[in-house]
């Protein structure tokens, strides 16, 4: 069966991208990154590898890392397509333009540092040929393109890795392709920590979590505290609202007295910004992101030891007293009634 009959959805993206490692193969292959974000611990990083048959089927795909992934690694099930019209498939009803899944793989496992993805024989013409109306005909899996993710263990944080994905056929011919080395970050990331004014308002950046009061004194944490979450809507005449203090500031600067716990002696560097933004932290779009190269340029000389009236979107890069840790602190919401949602990245600086 040639591949040149059909109108390939699936694989219209190979032209692209870099080729195949042997162009005269009767299977074929690419791929793509799709995640354009920072690759860091426990984060998914997804791919798109594309196969096609000129002679036969595609039966197998394999995907082999330099680092075994972490839990969740592995192909999905699911290829998809573009619909052009409005369509029902398995009782869900997609307009022209939305992403349908489809399944191509039969079974999928994961094995150490491989991911192998068994094909099904047959799918949905549709899938092949566009032109075939949804449901009425069943073809050769000839092509497809499948989702591959790779989670980032702890044991890659600032090393590289690549993936080799390798396409067999029905034929017994195979093609593999190599990816570039990928960076993984060093950052460490923790997102939606709740914070409340005189509740857990109390942050430490080498765990990245808030404690309350008695967490602090009951674990002896006072050592370990950074910053302090104060919300008071005016402080002498002036707007304050949310805000945060270090434990050593000048006491003009904390809105609730008798706040600081005993022990807590840290003096944290912030500096506040109000237009940089992290399409992690924040959840979606501009694809924009802090990245390791922000925290080994930052440079916080003369820098305050707080940030006041911060709003949803602020954010605040900080480095610990210590010199061990720096951070950007990203605002996810605000509430007037004295709480606040933040988000964390956090970088180690020796």
Known sequence: MKLSKYIMLPLVVLSCFACSDDDNASVKNDMIKKTTAPAITGEKIEFAYAMGATEGTVIRAEATASIAGGEGTGFELYSWFTARQTMVVNGVTYNGGDDVPIQTVK?????????????????????????????????ELIAATLRYNWVVPEEAKGKTFHITFTATSSNGQQVSYRTPDYKVSKMDMKRLIEMGNGEACYFSIADMAAYTREEVETQSLAGKIDFIYNYQAQLGGYDYKH??????????????????????????????????????LKGDNPAVYVDDIDFETLDLTGALDYVLTLQKDDSAFMKTADGKYAAYIYVNNVDDSGKITISIKRYPLN
């Open 243 to 280: 805000s945060f203090v270090s434990p050593a500031t000048d006491p003009q600067f904390i809105a609730l007295p008798g706040i600081v716990p005993a022990g807590a002696t840290n003096s944290t560097p912030m500096e506040q910004r109000a237009q940089v933004h992290d399409a992690q």
């Open 107 to 139: 079974s999928a496992s994961t094995e150490g540092a491989t991911s192998t993805a068994e094909m099904m024989e047959t799918v949905d013409a549709h899938y092949i040929t566009p032109t075939t109306p949804f449901g009425t005909e069943q073809t």
